[in-house]
């Protein structure tokens, strides 16, 4: 089966078959690791990338409905001349990792809320957030990488 | 050692950026899950649907005949392999041989060209079982005419870790028992002016390290070589050496990050199936559980304990006495060593003139326990640490301040034989207090709870590593501890880079790969800091003396002449950098200098244990009486840590583990219905989520240096979990008037106990 969509900006196109879940395409065929797969029932959130700007569980979202639609991975957050993502700075400058397994899914999931609401209360991000879990961290310092971030990219557009 | 008050630290005692982070926020960080080797097959395994039963025949020949498949293994074609391993007691057979002993036990694997081919191949393995009535429970095991579980005699594991003999395989479904005694018990509690006795119940609890066990194995005439998510890489080696009967020097385990551990990657798991199925399929193999599979792999030990705490007139407890029923369920793993530690660690960090611990672990036809996150701690301070709220409320006492009142003091050996205690219990216990507003007014409905724990930690101080100083002046760690998360490829550079006086950003650490990095026991019991942080600041001071050495050859001047400054060297007028003096000694702008250092367990850390983990936890909740639900308000964790060499990461372990001893207060436990686990998913075994966070959350951290680590450091990260489901236990007695012995408390649990008290 043919499958054609935009990754992280580009074109793809690939062979695959039916069965193949997103994330078995993007770790097995486009070698794109940094989408975790941990539950595969999708309650974990370690696998979520974004189609047309939605989050999605990529161990349970098959390849195939993604044809001719853009999706972002963690490996689309970076600038081309290094610059991190201001959520994922914030990830960084808050300690809001420690194994960093859920971290891919825990950014996009994050990327997925302040893409739509630009000011999440604390209330927001615990309600929105929840679907991704996270074994070491207590969650505490996510949060406030989350507002953090929301701080910078509102002095981003400011500026 | 005597730690140097240093105020003047450099790059210690700074929360400086983890290493890791610029690779784990982009996603290139990479895990075993994520490598793939040229001709790589992949390995599935087929489970036992039965608890206990006896394998009657297996026929692989139908799965071995479909395309892709390369092989399949069974514990009838093994020969040439020595099957059985075991840190601690050599009983766990790599695949399942003559019998299963629990559901969801190893039977097969098939290796195929590809994950699905080896899986689709599984339904074609034909298995014919004998069911065997199968033992649930260690009520169950130790009943006269319960069947045996193993009927072999095992010898002992040669890593044991544990100080009493060997019981497994000894005629019982005993599989390890460990006792303490010291004082009068029987005269201490028929003196006693109160006495508080109950039974208690921790649950089967799952770590859910978000990476599963994966393992990657090549086997060759030139050995074995394993990429494994293991803990302890050097552990594992042992385990595979024995296997495959190799010198030390031919097995190679390497270990990139690993996803997660928090005690459940310990000690060995998969490594010793997937490098079957590489030598019998002669070549590299993968073998990736699912969570499924992991939760059918390792969980902790659940612990039935009756104990009973005694007082004097003053206050003062006199007496302590428990017994322990631990399920193992089907083979030792560290269940040996987690019997051990929590039967010490029934004493809590209190001065108890009489002590009575008898602990015994049973094999049962369920999963497999281990360690986690603590070592057999939170098992008994539930009990604990309920009986010192009960017995302070019996005698119309604060709780908190019967804690203070009893609490170890700095310096007493309140453990006799043990290192005394290092720890300051007051101003941690006075913090967690101020911190959870404990003299304040509770609103209606509310309880609070402050709580403590003192462990016997560092496990067993044998470690050693190598700094190589190059001659630009830039340093590599070779460490074998291992990076769960914890940041020790943060914390071990800091140590270096203050002592070699160079900044942080130059020290690289290259770790875990036993063919390159020096020996480390383990990656655990918090031991790390303090630990491989000692080996690091001595091997850099070794470095240095061989650096002033050079200095000395380089500027024609005795060694007695040289001065160490920041960075590098001076004599008289003449400064020299690190980079200047290797440089010039060998003439070259190139060379290094190899320092290294050697711990065992002698000087500093001749008496056991390395150092008393003490932490205590604060809580106030909220219990909703129509339906039972606790909803945590405010949670204190303090770390009583010596000094922490990364604030940030400090607290970071803190307010992780109290979330997980969070989850085991709440809502955490695997459950068996009968001889099968029914809520062996994700879906169904339910963690700490963001709508759990507490609404208020302070992190603090008690730093005295008085820990045998560098500049005074202590290991953290497991204490925080220990008294938590306790904590919760008080609070909610605090709020409802009802005493719950048994965690988690779920909703069903507090709002049957408050229908129960009305009635």
Redesign the interface.
């Given at each position: 089966m043919n499958l054609s969509f935009q990754l992280n900006g580009k074109p793809f196109e690939i062979e695959g078959e039916e069965q193949e879940t997103l994330a078995e395409v993007l770790?097995n065929r486009l070698n794109?690791?940094?989408?975790?797969?941990?539950?595969?029932?999708q309650?974990?959130g370690?696998c979520t990338v974004l189609v047309d700007g939605l989050p999605v569980s990529a161990c349970t979202y098959l390849a195939y409905e993604a044809r001719g639609k853009n999706v972002t991975?963690?490996?689309g957050?970076?600038k081309p001349d290094g610059t991190?993502h201001p959520i994922?700075?914030a990830?960084?400058?808050e300690?809001a990792?420690?194994?960093?397994?859920?971290?891919?899914g825990m950014?996009m999931a994050a990327k997925a809320l302040l893409d739509e609401n630009s000011k999440p209360t604390e209330d927001e991000?615990?309600?929105y957030?929840?679907g991704?879990?996270?074994?070491?961290?207590?969650?505490?310092?996510?949060?406030k990488a989350i507002r953090r971030a929301a701080d910078e990219m509102a002095k981003e557009k400011r500026s | 050692m005597t730690a140097e008050k240093k105020p003047d630290f450099q790059v210690v005692n700074h929360?400086v950026?983890?290493r890791?982070?610029?690779?784990?926020?982009?996603?290139?960080?990479?895990?075993v899950?994520?490598l793939r080797l040229i001709g790589m097959a992949y390995a599935k395994v087929l489970r036992s649907p039965y608890a206990h039963a006896k394998i009657v025949s297996i026929d692989t020949s139908r799965a071995e005949a479909r395309r892709g498949v390369y092989c399949v293994l069974t514990g009838n074609n093994l020969e040439g392999l020595n099957p059985y391993y075991g840190h601690a007691v050599k009983d766990h057979p790599l695949l399942a041989i003559e019998k299963v002993r629990y559901a969801g036990e190893p039977v097969a694997a098939v290796v195929a060209v590809d994950e699905r081919t080896a899986f689709e191949a599984l339904e074609y393995i034909d298995v014919k079982y004998e069911e065997l009535k199968p033992v649930l429970t260690p009520q169950e095991a130790m009943e006269k005419d319960a069947p045996l579980i193993h009927q072999r005699k095992f010898e002992a594991g040669a890593l044991r870790g544990f100080e009493g003999e060997v019981t497994a395989g000894k005629g019982t479904n005993i599989c390890q028992e460990h006792h303490l005694k010291w004082g009068d018990v029987e005269k201490a509690f028929k003196e006693a002016a109160a006495v508080v006795e109950g039974e208690y119940y921790f649950p089967m609890t799952y770590?859910?390290?978000?990476?599963?066990y994966v393992a990657i194995a090549e086997v060759s005439d030139e050995g074995v070589t394993i990429y494994s998510s293991a803990q302890h890489p050097f552990m594992v080696r042992h385990d595979l050496k024995s296997v495959f009967n190799l010198p030390v020097s031919a097995v190679r385990l390497i270990v990139p990050?690993?996803?997660?551990?928090?005690g459940s990657k310990s000690y060995t798991k998969i490594e010793p199936l997937v490098a079957a199925c590489s030598w019998k399929a002669k070549r590299s193999v993968k073998l990736q559980l699912?969570?499924e599979e992991a939760m059918l792999t390792t969980r902790s030990d659940d612990a039935y304990t009756w104990m009973r705490t005694a007082v004097d007139a003053n206050g003062k407890i006199i007496a302590r006495q428990a017994r322990i029923y631990m399920n193992t369920g089907a083979y030792a793993e560290n269940s040996p060593l987690v019997v051990e530690k929590s039967t010490n660690r029934c004493v809590g960090p209190y001065a108890i003139p009489n002590v009575q611990i008898d602990n015994y672990s049973f094999y049962t036809n369920t999963v497999p326990a281990s360690s986690y996150r603590g070592f057999g701690c939170a098992q008994v301070t539930l009990p604990g640490e309920s009986q010192i709220d009960e017995l302070a409320t019996k005698i119309g006492k604060d709780p908190y301040e019967f804690r203070l009142m009893n609490a170890a003091k700095p310096g007493e050996e309140f453990f006799p034989g043990m290192r005394p205690f290092d720890g300051t219990l007051k101003e941690d216990l006075e913090i967690a207090a101020k911190a959870v507003g404990w003299k304040e007014p509770l609103e209606k409905g509310r309880g609070r709870g402050v709580a403590c724990s003192g462990s016997d930690a560092g496990a067993y101080p044998l470690t050693s590593t190598a700094i190589r100083v190059y001659a630009d002046g830039s340093a590599s760690l070779m460490t074998g501890s291992t990076e769960?998360?914890?940041?020790s490829h943060t914390v071990l550079p800091q140590i270096a880079a203050e002592e070699l006086g160079i900044p942080v950003d130059n020290v690289r650490v290259v770790s875990s790969d036993t063919a390159i990095t020096p020996y480390d026991r383990s990656t655990g019991a918090s031991r790390t800091t303090t630990l491989m942080g000692r080996a690091v600041m001595e091997a850099s001071r070794e470095a240095i003396q061989q650096m002033v050495k050079m200095a000395a050859d380089v500027l024609k001047v005795k060694v007695e002449e040289i001065q160490v400054i920041k960075g590098g060297v001076r004599c008289g007028e003449a400064q020299l950098n690190w980079s200047e003096v290797i440089s010039k000694y060998y003439a070259l702008p190139d060379g290094e200098v190899i320092g290294r250092a050697y711990i065992r367990k002698d000087g500093d850390f001749a008496k056991l244990p390395v150092f008393w983990e003490v932490a205590c936890t604060g809580v106030e909740l909220s219990v909703d009486e129509e339906t039972g639900k606790i909803q945590m308000e405010k949670l204190a964790t303090v770390g009583d840590v010596g000094l922490a060499i990364n604030p940030?990461?400090a607290e970071?372990q803190d307010?992780?583990a109290?979330?997980?001893g969070m989850g085991i207060g709440l809502f955490e436990e695997l459950v068996y219905d009968g001889p099968q686990l029914v809520n062996g998913?994700?879906?169904d075994y339910r963690?700490?989520?963001?709508?759990d966070?507490p609404k208020k959350?302070e992190?603090h951290l008690v730093q005295n240096q008085d820990g045998v680590g560098p500049y005074g450091a202590k290991g953290g990260g497991e204490a925080s979990l220990n008294s938590m489901p306790a904590n919760i236990a008080n609070a909610v007695d605090r709020a409802t008037g009802v005493r719950i012995r048994e965690a988690p408390l779920t909703p069903e649990r507090v709002w049957r106990a408050l229908r129960d008290k009305k009635t």
């Open positions: 770790r794109l690791n940094g989408t975790k797969i941990s539950c595969e029932v309650v974990c370690a991975t963690i490996e957050l970076e991190l994922q700075q990830f960084i400058d300690f990792f420690q194994c960093g397994f859920c971290t891919p950014i991000i615990i309600h957030m929840d991704n879990i996270c074994r070491c961290t207590g969650y505490v310092p996510i949060v | 929360s950026p983890r890791d982070g610029r690779v784990k926020v982009t996603g290139r960080a990479t895990f899950s994520d770590a859910y390290a978000m990476e599963p990050f690993v996803g997660g551990g928090y699912t969570v769960l998360g914890q940041g940030a990461l970071g307010i992780g109290a979330t997980m998913s994700i879906l963690v700490p989520r963001f709508s966070l959350v992190l």
